[in-house]
């Protein structure tokens, strides 16, 4: 009980600092929410979506999952996004992966784990589409972080492929798809070059992100 307390004293504190900053912060935000970014992210403890961008509550969107996987048929996922673009009026969708994923290793690794396994299947479709790259690289490390890379780019197109996101476009809204991945040993984003924004610019993108993902310098993480 005295960790619950802990945790309640912290939100007392948390909401004194705001107010004492923003008077009528809670007041304002109790009655809309106008966020312009929907952040699809992992769900690990050390990737807080708000705080490492710098929002307040209010001005992020998130999903959370594990190894941040966009699938067709993950209808949680997809009613976030459906919120997100057709009520909120998003403009962006950020896909964040980040470095030294445990989620990413245990696809990559093979792992047993029960029932997440089902769900890590689809990163390991991304690491049999992108054997031969992987293959060729030697430390473990950096081979799970190409992965971690590889996987963010490939949930980009996923989202981009969506039928919410293909209906805005047709729409003409103005909506586009990022992928980022974050360093856990710096707390600092890295910008993939996958952004997408229509219908047309897909495939150009995906090419040339592929291209830019081979000129990172490799980020070694702890597990």
Not at 6 to 21: A, H, K, V, Y
Not at 85 to 99: A, N, P, R, S
Not at 137 to 166: F, G, H, W, Y
Request: proline share 3%; charged share 20%.
């Amino acid at each position: 009980m005295r960790v619950l307390k802990g945790l309640i004293d912290n939100n007392r504190r948390w909401s004194e600092e705001i107010r004492g900053r923003i008077p009528d912060f809670f007041q304002k935000l109790s009655q809309q929410q106008a966020p312009a970014y929907l952040w699809i992210g992992c769900s690990d403890s050390r990737v807080p979506a708000n705080e490492i961008v710098g929002l307040l509550p209010g001005e992020m969107f998130v999903h959370r999952n594990v190894a941040n996987v966009v699938v067709h048929t993950d209808l949680n996922c997809l009613s976030v996004m459906q919120y997100a673009v057709e009520v909120l009026k998003v403009e962006h969708i950020i896909v964040v992966g980040h470095y030294g994923c445990g989620g990413v290793q245990a696809a990559l690794q093979n792992r047993r784990l029960g029932l997440i396994d089902n769900w890590l299947r689809h990163v390991q479709d991304v690491m049999l589409k992108h054997e031969a790259l992987l293959n060729a690289i030697a430390n473990p490390m950096d081979r799970l972080n190409k992965l971690c890379e590889l996987n963010v780019i490939e949930q980009v197109v996923n989202v981009s492929q969506t039928t919410i996101v293909q209906e805005a476009w047709d729409r003409n809204q103005e909506l586009a798809v990022h992928g980022w991945i974050y360093g856990l040993k710096d707390g600092l984003i890295q910008d993939l070059k996958m952004e997408v924004a229509g219908h047309k610019e897909l495939a150009d993108v995906y090419t040339q992100a592929m291209q830019n993902i081979s000129k990172l310098k490799d980020l070694r993480e702890p597990n």
